[in-house]
């Protein structure tokens, strides 16, 4: 399992958790610190899907994960952490199955939302009532089981971070850089792009093949 974050300790602590559990586990799942306090359990071929798609951030964020408060118990990370592996690794597709689905109008509102846009400036840009964007603005929340839309910009800054985004999607010169004897992964954007032709969901899963 791989492990996603921009917490030194959380990585130094889930790493030595990992090599307890299995210390001869192949790089088939990732661990990803949402940035909300909570940890996502999911392939690595889900991530490829995600990075690779023009959607990137929003097919994200309206994917269901297995999910696990980042501040549990180590013993019931533990239970969790075995309980997830199997599962994952028995069906390969539960998190790619069950998607969370917003219509065009939230679609829209949601780009503008992490457009850092306010409500009346989205209202004025679709031209809808305020009091209909609120209402749309709480559905998109609750549907992704959210409490406030600065909830939803710490994820999204954080995505941008951990995976060398702008605007959500990944930019061409971030290439995947696994962590010498150790279970991190970290994107990184090299100065020189033309030293990675090939995007880096498909280095990721040339290594993982």
């Known amino acids: 399992m791989y492990i996603i974050s921009q917490d030194s300790y959380f990585v130094m602590g889930m790493d030595i958790l990992l090599k307890t559990i299995n210390p001869?586990?192949?790089?088939?799942?990732?661990?990803?610190?949402?940035?909300?306090?909570?940890?996502?359990?999911?392939?690595?071929?889900?991530?490829?899907?995600?990075?690779?798609?023009?959607?990137?951030?929003?097919?994200?964020?309206?994917?269901?994960?297995?999910?696990?408060?980042?501040?549990?118990?180590?013993?019931?990370?533990?239970?969790?952490?075995?309980?997830?592996?199997?599962?994952?690794?028995?069906?390969?597709?539960?998190?790619?199955?069950?998607e969370i689905h917003l219509n065009k109008t939230e679609h829209k509102i949601l780009l503008l939302l992490l457009d850092y846009q306010a409500g009346d400036e989205i209202a004025q840009a679709l031209g809808l009532d305020k009091k209909i964007v609120s209402n749309y603005k709480n559905s998109i929340l609750r549907k992704l089981g959210l409490n406030s839309v600065a909830e939803l910009i710490q994820?999204?800054?954080?995505?941008?971070?951990?995976?060398?985004?702008?605007?959500?999607?990944?930019?061409?010169?971030?290439?995947?850089?696994?962590?010498?004897?150790?279970?991190?992964?970290?994107?990184?954007?090299?100065?020189?792009?033309?030293?990675?032709?090939a995007p880096p969901t498909r280095r990721l899963l040339m290594h993982v093949q």
């Open 24 to 98: 001869c586990a192949t790089h088939t799942l990732i661990a990803y610190d949402r940035g909300d306090e909570q940890i996502l359990f999911f392939s690595v071929d889900k991530l490829i899907l995600i990075l690779s798609e023009e959607k990137s951030f929003p097919s994200f964020i309206c994917s269901r994960f297995i999910k696990v408060d980042k501040s549990s118990s180590l013993s019931f990370l533990k239970h969790e952490l075995k309980k997830t592996i199997k599962l994952l690794k028995g069906k390969s597709k539960f998190d790619i199955t069950r």
């Open 155 to 197: 994820i999204y800054n954080n995505w941008n971070d951990c995976f060398c985004c702008i605007a959500g999607k990944v930019v061409p010169e971030a290439t995947f850089q696994e962590r010498k004897d150790s279970n991190e992964l970290k994107m990184v954007r090299s100065p020189t792009r033309y030293n990675f032709p």
